[in-house]
């Protein structure tokens, strides 16, 4: 769908949905630490797991390419542990929001994904093209840091 809309507007929607995703985390995090008190850490996982995968297959159902499984088989194994990562991360943040509060555990997880983010577009980690660290990202991290220090600071 991106690849009808010019490339600038394509840019600019990118960032908007990427914004937007954001935002989508935070309420994500706070819905499932709120059902991890309701009914358990490990339980509140796998039910937003369960969820969520039977929200996949509706989708699979009308977009589901043809060829999908043939991609999958074609796929490097190691690609597949994003999803015990997912789990994880929802084990983690269903145990820590109630201890650390909503700002500072996202403020720990973004420091967190900003600085593998700075290393993988170093290197190009997982094929992706690298984007050498700069001053200007290197800034951005320090920023970030100093963030997360005021934030661990009010605690």
Not at 37 to 60: D, K, Y
Request: charged share 5%; glycine share 10%.
């Amino acid at each position: 769908m991106l690849w009808v809309v010019p490339l600038m507007t394509q840019r600019y929607l990118a960032v908007l949905l990427s914004l937007l995703s954001g935002f989508f985390i935070a309420v994500m995090v706070i819905l499932n630490a709120s059902l991890g008190r309701h009914i358990g850490i490990l339980e509140s996982s796998f039910v937003v797991h369960l969820v969520g995968t039977i929200v996949g297959m509706i989708l699979l159902v009308f977009f589901m390419p043809k060829n999908l499984l043939s991609q999958i088989g074609t796929a490097p194994k190691y690609l597949f542990g994003g999803g015990v990562l997912g789990v994880l991360i929802v084990l983690i943040a269903n145990a820590v929001v109630p201890k650390l509060g909503m700002v500072l555990t996202l403020g720990l997880f973004l420091t967190g994904q900003l600085l593998f983010a700075v290393i993988a577009d170093h290197f190009g980690l997982f094929h992706l093209p690298v984007y050498k660290v700069s001053w200007r990202r290197a800034w951005g991290l320090i920023s970030a840091f100093a963030g997360l220090l005021l934030l661990l600071s009010i605690q």
